[in-house]
């Protein structure tokens, strides 16, 4: 692991409903409460990626490279979408802020070089932070300051 992480905020916006599709609307209701219901986020995703430090550039991250990787892996994919209903890659996936920041590390560690992903943060409302480092990763406290 390197000695640098660089961090880049994106926004996007997106629809969706919290849901099983086996559970009775009552069932959902009680377990997801309003998120039941159709409703939208103007999320803030953030992405933490590592490198070795460029001696010629004193730069550890091709910041282009992170950019053009996180629009194509998941801002195109996600944007202005019923992310329930119109996202194919989503589909069966209950659409919680756990499920969303994992699968955005899914797309963005094939998008990105290999180890270079560190973390990934997904703050869906002021209260709401989701943070995922990988499979087996030690996840302490969430200290994003909001």
Known sequence: MSGFAVTRAYHFSAAHRLARGEFSEAQNAAVFGQCFRQHGHNYL???TVSGALDPAT?????????????????????????????????????????????TFWEWLEAALPPGSLRKVTLVETANNVFEYCGEGAAVGPVTHGR
């Open 45 to 47: 995703l953030e992405v």
């Open 58 to 102: 004193g730069m550890s991250v091709d910041i282009g490279l992170v950019d053009r990787a996180v629009k194509t892996a998941v801002l195109d994919r996600v944007d202005h979408y019923d992310l329930s209903a119109t996202v194919p890659a989503l589909a069966g996936v209950i659409t919680t802020g756990e499920n969303l920041a994992r």
